[in-house]
């Protein structure tokens, strides 16, 4: 089942009179369902005080009883202009969405709002000129937290959702951008009981803000303590010549409206050259009885002064479009413009501002990401990067420094195998070179005893005992031989002290020669040179002992 | 001169994240590359070290070696070698007798002194030396027992001969003489050997 769209109450409470407007938006279009007054209850309410919230509720909700009940409903209540609290603050430039937490952080400072307060604002545009390293300038807008109260009580009382507190002069301007054809930059002069709002539009843009503080109260009191021919005039068709700067004429209050009004056109037109066609005035009133205050002012500037009406709006029935257009549609003009506050159309651009919800502590931490999310996600996004890497390369670096240190281990390894084998390797040749020292070198002396030998001589015994002592036992044909043989053994290396022990021809006569032994000692093997095998090893054919 | 802090964060600063993230990787990149060129050269040295290892185990400064390792049947084996090179060279074992095994000898000069040096009492390259004595008769023609002697002391395996007795009879001559050969113990490893069975493990 489809949920009706909901329609939105603007409600706008005076000193003496209560003005609700009713609005729903309908296939995008807005329209006016009805227009209601009330006469505000004796003393509920005093220079915008709320004094009586119960009973100005009961008022209320009376009044909203003859609203188009048959579908949902929810409120747009004004603050008077009295309530709120406007200040103008320059915060350095900064991205749309940081916005916020710069507002809020000179709201703060500047302690612009009381503790318990609510507070908007509206950006203040420069025109095509501005650089971007210019200050930026808002309008805050802020309300006590006690008026809040006391219109959620009247909200609460009058049985109806609040949708949003606005201050009036928001709902003044959104009424006049709805209804009238915005001219490239028109000063908008918002009067309302106790002061007067001067904002300057540019292409639809809020470029500039002021307070001052004539208001609709001073005005017509002063005009209310004399004769005043435009209320004659109104009332009496016969009065030929309207004359409305009369009414204000002597009035200190108008006179300084004007006067302020005219230094704040002096002023854009000396701060604010880029805005230099101001060319058109509009005043929003809040009663009938200010509508010559227009005429006055601009006699005073010297060029024309038109009246917001709350016109051109769609309406439900031919009598609400009277009631708008009629003399005393300025009347309805910001309870108007506070029901369209939810609607789409040539409003939507015009500030809004909702001072109704608790005002949320902002998180200077998330703002800042808010308002930096492509640079804060980049550059996380690199570190986060970067670290991932700078991990995984530690990772890669810390495993090749482990294999190289293990490469080295095993190189130290290898090494000291090497040096152990060479270690091995020494151990035996020392071994072998000690050892070999417990023989005789017993070949070389055959080798050497072989070629010694002259014809005639033969060998029979050859002892060589384990102290080294040699002795050489033979036969030999007659004792010249023998001595060659021996001088000849003499000359070997091998052999040492060699001498001739003993010879003996023998004294039988059948003996053919003579016998005869040598003695001497040799070398230790180690102390000798050995040949290579071929020559040392392999005796002569023709050898023979 | 002003700053623009908005500038600053939109651009700057992720500019220098980006920056870091980028001179962090640049530097671990190089880091890397630097850790694999020692790497590399670790590689080298072991290869080098590995060949050279090789070297040493595979071609010894000396292949002779004066004892062989003490086993169940070094006995045997060794009178096969010597059964194998006398039969070899055309001599005939005649006689073969075992002797006593001793501690190594003392070595005697040729003028008598006995050497009594450390070098050999004392020594520790012969403390796991065993002396093992033999009497072998052998019996043949003068060439063959010659060259059965020259295969002996030209053996890798250290034989040492001692107290031969040369006797050249009408019909074949006898060779006695005692032959020494040297049985070893295994010998603790170095230290060397040690501390590289420790890396590798």
Known sequence: MRQLEPSYIGIDLHDSEIRVVQVRNKSGVPKVLRVATAPMPPAAMVHGVVHQPAVIALAVRRLIQDCDTSIPARAVIGITGSRTILRALSVPPCPEPELPSLVNGEVEYQQVIPDGGMYGFVRLHRGAEATASEDINVAVLGVDGSVVNDLREIAEGAAIPIEALEPCQLGTYRAFAATQDEAASSLLLLVSADSTDLVLAHDGKLCFYRRIDVGSSALLLEASDRDIPWADGAANSSEPEFRPAAAFADSPSAVRFATEVMRTMEYLAREYPEFSGVDRVRIAVDSPALSPLGDMVSFYLGIPVELVQPSGVETATEAVKIDLEGPNGTRYLTALGLALQASPGPATHAPKMDLSRERKDVNPIVEFLKAHRGPVLASGGALFVGACAFLLFGSRLAAIEKRTASVYAQTTAVRGQTVAALEEQARRAKQYRMLSKEGVPITFILDDLARSLTPGVGVSTLAVSPDLRVSVTGDAANEASMIGTFESLKTSPLLKGLSISSFDRGREKTSKGITFQFSGSTLSLDQIKIRPLAQADVPSETTTL | ?201
């Open chain 2, 1 to 201: 001169m002003t700053i623009d802090v908005n500038q600053v964060i939109r651009l700057y600063v992720p500019g220098l994240c980006i920056a870091l993230a980028i001179g962090g990787l640049v530097v671990q990149s190089r880091k890397i590359g630097e850790a694999e060129e020692r790497h590399a050269k670790a590689q080298k040295f072991l290869s080098d070290a590995i060949v050279e290892r090789d070297q040493v185990l595979q071609n010894p400064a000396q292949k002779r070696y004066a004892a062989a390792e003490q086993q169940p049947f070094e006995e045997s084996e060794f009178i096969k070698d010597i059964r194998r090179r006398a039969g070899g060279q055309g001599a005939t074992i005649v006689k073969w007798t075992a002797g006593e095994a001793a501690a190594p000898r003392t070595y005697a000069n040729p003028d008598g002194k006995a050497e009594t040096s450390s070098e050999t009492e004392a020594d520790p390259a012969l403390a796991n030396i065993t002396t093992v004595a033999s009497q072998l008769t052998v019996s043949g023609n003068y060439d063959s027992l010659r060259r059965f002697l020259g295969d002996l002391v030209s053996a890798d395996r250290l034989y040492t001969i001692n107290n031969v007795n040369w006797n050249r009879a009408d019909d074949a001559t006898e060779l006695s003489f005692s032959l020494t050969r040297y049985t070893s113990t295994a010998s603790a490893p170095g230290a060397a050997a040690q501390e590289a069975e420790r890396l590798l493990n």
